[in-house]
């Protein structure tokens, strides 16, 4: 069985301050895990996803998220805000043995401040 | 290169009515999906096609919901007779389906469901 935590529904940030969205999982199998992003009105954006080798993933519109198996975690960070950036971003998880079935978590909306 | 296509993009329907959703998946992508999204919460999985053939519908509730791919390129799903709780968006996804938990799915833009 897969799970996903994301820690915080809304984050609130200032433009230029560093985004930090944090993710947990849950998986008996090695995971893959995958960060979306959706804006309004609009379906998931893949942003980045891990599925082997380098634990430190980047992906686009400046975001990268590194996986750390020991804390089980896949947070996701952008240096610098942009207000673009305000969305909603969801954690998923999936695997080898799921069959390319994703597992979401309950999503972080993140709102940038001028 | 086309997206994955959606609709209607919105329904207002009352409860005990049918409906409808129609997806059209990106062109050569043998493996479509329904995910329910309701408010606030994340996409769950509801149906997954591989061609025309269900690998998993394991959360689909076939008690009210049906879906198809008879010709294992666009889809339907249909809820009868719905109700309240099923107001949410629907997304419809796809995938080449050719790396099993590689592929990338590509996401439309939703069908917004609310049930009166």
């Known amino acids: 069985a897969q799970s996903v935590t994301q820690l915080g529904s809304h984050v609130s940030v200032s433009e230029g301050a560093l985004v930090l969205l944090r993710c947990n999982y849950s998986s008996s199998v090695p995971p893959y895990l995958f960060w979306y992003v959706q804006y309004p009105n609009q379906g998931l954006q893949l942003l980045l996803k891990y599925t082997t080798g380098a634990t430190l993933v980047k992906g686009i519109n400046g975001f990268e998220a590194e996986f750390k198996k020991s804390e089980t975690s896949f947070h996701l960070t952008k240096p610098s805000a942009h207000m673009s950036d305000a969305a909603e971003y969801f954690c998923a998880v999936s695997g080898k043995a799921a069959g390319n079935k994703l597992t979401f978590g309950g999503g972080t909306r993140v709102l940038v401040k001028p | 290169e086309a997206g994955v296509a959606q609709s209607p993009r919105y329904k207002i329907i009352e409860k005990r009515q049918s409906v409808a959703f129609w997806c059209n998946p990106i062109s050569g992508h043998a493996t479509l999906y329904w995910y329910q999204q309701i408010l606030g919460q994340g996409p769950k999985l509801l149906i997954q096609?591989?061609?025309?053939?269900?690998?998993?519908d394991s959360q689909l509730p076939k008690d009210r919901f049906s879906a198809e791919r008879l010709k294992g390129v666009d889809s339907t799903l249909k809820i009868q007779p719905a109700k309240l709780e099923d107001s949410a968006v629907y997304l419809c996804a796809s995938s080449l389906g050719r790396d099993r938990g590689l592929d990338t799915q590509y996401f439309g833009p939703g069908t917004r469901l609310t049930v009166l």
């Open positions: 096609f591989q061609n025309n053939g269900v690998v998993d």
